[in-house]
Each structure stands twice: as C-alpha cells, then as structure tokens.
C-alpha cells in the first residue's frame, strides 16, 4: 500500500513561516502530481498549491507569493512565509499515484495542523 505522512504543522505567529513536508512510501512506480489542500473549521477543503511531475505549479490565489511548493522524488514540501490568521487550518497532502499492479489513484496524508495566532 501507498502512504502519504506529512510533518512540520504548528502554531506560527502571524508573519511567521513554517516548512511542511510529505514523504510518500510504498510500493510505488510512478507519481504524477502532488499538492497541498487546506481545510478550516466550518469550510469546505481548498486547494492550495500543486506541483507536476515535470515540476510545473500552481497556486491558490490567497497563497502567491508568500508559499512555494517543491518536490524531491516521493516528497513534497510547501514553504509558507507572512503567514496570516486566515491560513489557520488543517493542511493534507496529496499525490496521484501508481503503485505496483495498479493504476494511477490518489492519495491522501492524514493532516497537519497550521495555526496562525498571536
């Protein structure tokens, strides 16, 4: 089986940075994209960035120019810099997979909790 176990959450002062990252294991023959979604209390999950395979990004709008999306073979990073209040949620991982004797499926991490306060 494939995993997804992301690591680097917690609580940040607003303007602070943090560095999550998401290590993916397993059985694993290729990875198309990964990304990052978020989820705060009470709202529906949003995307936030991702990241081809050939390395090419995209962003959520709130996010440009303050978080940076990277990868490194099975890892994906997320750079998060000037931090607000507003980014406070739960952020998952997420990668489309291939693993042994099966197709291309997507995969989720368990969340790490990012929480910006003062």
């Known amino acids: 089986q494939v995993q997804l176990v992301e690591s680097g959450g917690g609580l940040v002062q607003p303007g602070g940075s943090l560095r999550l990252s998401c290590a993916a294991s397993?059985?694993?023959?290729?990875?198309?994209?990964m990304g990052w979604y978020r989820q705060a209390p009470g709202k529906e999950r949003e995307l936030v960035a991702v990241?081809?395979?050939?390395?090419r990004t995209n962003y959520a709008d709130s996010v440009k120019g303050r978080f940076t999306i990277s990868r490194d073979n099975a890892k994906v990073y997320l750079q998060m810099n000037s931090l607000k209040p507003e980014d406070t949620a739960v952020y998952y991982c997420n990668a489309e997979v291939r693993a042994f004797y099966q197709n291309y499926r997507t995969y989720w991490g368990q969340g790490t909790q990012v929480t910006v306060s003062s």
């Open positions: 990241i081809t395979s050939g390395g």
């Open positions: 397993g059985r694993i023959v290729n990875i198309n994209d």
